[in-house]
């Protein structure tokens, strides 16, 4: 075997990035981590170039780093969830606003230094994941793909939102673009995050109209459920799981504030399905994505949004499907036609929780974070 050379770019506390590192590096293949908030504080990115080194350099000095110099260009680049610049809260605020934007133009300009045509298998490509984000594209590109999606307006127009709710019988599905969390402290000092939810709203519960235009929302009519469906497009290997959502009330509405009441199970894809996802992968020129489906009362299954960084471990976590090694194989393989095969030794995610159970405190207090994590994160859970 011929070891890869493999990237993951994401932020400390992400337990994906780690578990998968982990697995490569179990399978002998020499994997770097860059986590973007280490940088500027702990971490030192230099590119250079000059007259007799056109392609350039790629050095890195830090906390993780296996090998500085990081020049040869990558077999296979994972952009997991690079977070922001971290700078020091004590900082002049007029030199910290100076600072992070001179940071975060640095940071956006590594994957297009690293990207020199060279072979690299980029999961996913800079360029298609800004893109793919963005929920209004997304409900297009999945009705030109074949898909059925539910009537979606996204504002922050109090008339038109208004208008919508009449339109679909005074109650609508709202949700927000990003998932989003406060973290709030209680009178004893504990520390608490609440996390924004998919909820059905009135008209009557919207705010006034001032208030109404601060925040855009999401808004669909509340689709009726037999159960929910997360696909993980490895890609062309697609792996589904069944949510069984309406089981418990805690999940009905939606399942990720009820998870750890509901079951699920390995789940097999319609083939028009499996299609219509496949062709999405292709409009958006991804390699990876995870996709929501709803499934009705008659069995259609409604699109509901892609994810470009979304959590697929739970998959294993929950209903067994092996999905760290098949991730692990695909960064292996760098291919978008892609079959995982089990003619190998299969790495398993309980093996890496139980190492992580152990040093993920440890781990967290070497590394910077935009929000410091409470705990230890847990694959168990679909927080996106
Ligand atoms: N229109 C809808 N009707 C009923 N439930 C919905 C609707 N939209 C979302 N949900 C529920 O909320 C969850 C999260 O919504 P989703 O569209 O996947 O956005 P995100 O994951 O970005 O918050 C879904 O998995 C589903 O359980
Ligand atoms: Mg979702």
Known sequence: ?????????????????????????????????????????????????????????????GPDVVQEDR???????????????????????GDRQVAARQCEIFLAGVAPFLDQGAGTFWVNPPASDVAAQQKACQLRSAARAGLAIPETL?????????????????????KLLRPASWLVQDEEGGEHIYAAYTVPVTEDQLPDDDTLRLCPGIFQPYLPKQFEIR????GDHLV?????????????TDWRAGQIYIGMEPYDLPPEIAAGCRR????????????????????EHTFLEINPQGQFLFLEARAGLPLLDMFSEFLVAGRRDFTWREDHEIVRFTEFEAHWKQSWR???????????PLGAPDAAEEKS
Do not use: Y
């Not at 999405?280 to 069995?299: I, K, N, Q």
């Open 1 to 61: 075997m011929v070891p890869k050379r493999i990237l993951i770019v994401s932020e400390a506390s992400d337990l994906h990035s780690n578990a998968v590192a982990w697995a490569l590096r179990k399978k002998g293949h020499d994997c770097e981590s860059l986590f973007t908030p280490d940088f500027p504080t702990l971490l030192g990115l230099s590119t250079r170039v000059g007259p007799g080194d056109p392609a350039g350099r790629f050095i890195l000095r």
């Open 71 to 93: 020049s040869a260009p990558f077999d296979t680049v994972w952009l997991r969830r690079p977070g922001g610049p971290v700078l020091p809260e004590d900082m002049h605020a």
């Open 154 to 174: 996204i504002s922050n127009d109090p008339a038109e939102i208004r208008a919508f709710l009449r339109e679909h019988g005074g109650t609508v599905a709202h």
């Open 231 to 234: 696909v993980a497009c490895l």
């Open 240 to 252: 589904a799981i069944r949510i069984n959502s309406q089981t418990d009330d805690r999940a009905a």
């Open 280 to 299: 999405l992968l292709r409009e958006f020129d991804l390699a990876h994505m995870s996709v929501d489906f709803v499934v009705g009362p008659d069995g």
């Open 362 to 372: 440890a781990e967290a207090a070497r590394h910077a974070h935009l929000i410091r």
